[in-house]
């Protein structure tokens, strides 16, 4: 196989190629789409009316929202517009921008989710300190230091990922991976990336740690509260948040520690969505379904009736 030292394009590949399949494919997607952008922008949108949402944790969820419609936004527009136009080519430097975009907004969503478990930790088991620790210039300081850290991880991976020569533009993904596109390397320098990899996992792996540290000390402090309505307050914080991180994990675990294969396939592609698209998807629901304060927001925002509010308290 000739190296192939400037490629314009990459052909993306993982859905049948039957015209109804490829329709089924954009339906699906637009569907996914329109709910993963409703959900988190409805989020953001009631806790920036909400004065009462005005607190630590309020924003960071609000940073989280932003973080998972940048998410979606990478890969499932592009992916339906390939559908629909019966395309599989993307150019190059669109495959650049895919990298380096999900690169930025994934990994800032993990350490984003970090320090919401330290935010949570604080509130509950040193809540007399909570405002002097957890202050607007603090909080305004982390989030920056989540935006920096998903930048400069971008920067060096996409980098790392593009410094290589590609012996085949052919991907088999529906978007640009960084794994996938490793494949077709032909030249060494592709194990100085694998090697920054395995690096961003074993940080990836040191956060989750530090969070189930965190809640486990949370749930200790939690069972010793006298009060049940105390510790339905404390879980109704924390739960949303932990299923939220466990989401993201084991469907990432799911996804990667299958058999691997060199061929593209449709239960390939499941497990892709699942861990790229699901999470970020799912996320405004998790929290909302849960949370009475976001409940609340939102009938605020919606002007629901009450036979809708009678539904959401059900939920």
């Known amino acids: 196989m000739s190296n192939l030292t400037s490629l314009s394009t990459f052909l993306l590949l993982g859905f049948p190629e039957s015209r109804e399949s490829q329709l089924l494919h954009f339906s699906l997607f637009l569907a996914i789409y329109l709910m993963a952008m409703t959900g988190n922008l409805l989020i953001v949108i009631a806790i920036v009316f909400d004065q009462k949402l005005h607190t630590p944790m309020y924003f960071f969820l609000i940073n989280l929202a932003v973080l998972d419609v940048g998410i979606v936004s990478v890969m499932v527009p592009k992916s339906m517009a390939l559908s629909l136009m019966n395309n599989r080519s993307i150019s190059y430097f669109g495959c650049v921008a895919q990298v380096f975009f999900y690169l930025f907004f994934a990994p800032s969503d993990f350490v984003l989710?970090?320090?919401?478990?330290?935010?949570?930790?604080?509130?509950?088991?040193?809540?007399?300190?909570?405002?002097?620790?957890?202050?607007?210039?603090?909080?305004?300081q982390l989030v920056v230091i989540v935006w920096i850290t998903g930048l400069l991880y971008a920067i060096i991976h996409t980098g790392g990922t593009f410094a290589n020569t590609f012996c085949s533009n052919v991907v088999n993904q529906f978007f640009c991976e960084v794994p996938q596109l490793l494949k077709l390397s032909c030249s060494d320098f592709y194990l100085v990336e694998?090697?920054?990899?395995?690096?961003?996992?074993?940080?990836?792996?040191?956060?989750?740690i530090f969070i189930i540290i965190t809640y486990i000390r949370i749930f200790a402090i939690v069972v010793r509260i006298p009060s049940?309505?105390?510790?339905?307050?404390?879980?109704?914080?924390?739960?949303?948040?932990?299923?939220?991180?466990?989401?993201?994990?084991?469907?990432?675990?799911?996804a990667y520690l299958r058999p691997p294969s060199d061929t593209s396939s449709d239960l390939d592609i499941a497990f892709s969505v699942i861990y790229t698209i699901i999470p970020?998807?799912?996320?405004?629901?998790?929290?909302?379904?849960?949370?009475?304060?976001?409940?609340?927001?939102?009938?605020?925002?919606?002007?629901?009736?009450?036979?809708?509010?009678?539904?959401?308290?059900?939920?």
């Open 113 to 140: 989710l970090t320090i919401m478990a330290h935010d949570r930790y604080v509130a509950i088991c040193n809540p007399l300190q909570y405002e002097r620790i957890m202050h607007k210039e603090a909080c305004l």
């Open 228 to 254: 049940v309505h105390g510790k339905k307050k404390a879980l109704s914080t924390c739960l949303p948040h932990l299923t939220v991180v466990s989401l993201l994990m084991f469907s990432g675990l799911f």
């Open 194 to 208: 694998v090697g920054l990899i395995v690096i961003g996992c074993a940080l990836g792996f040191g956060c989750f």
């Open 280 to 315: 970020p998807t799912l996320n405004p629901f998790i929290y909302s379904m849960r949370n009475q304060d976001i409940k609340t927001a939102l009938w605020k925002l919606l002007d629901v009736g009450p036979s809708s509010k009678t539904i959401f308290r059900l939920l």
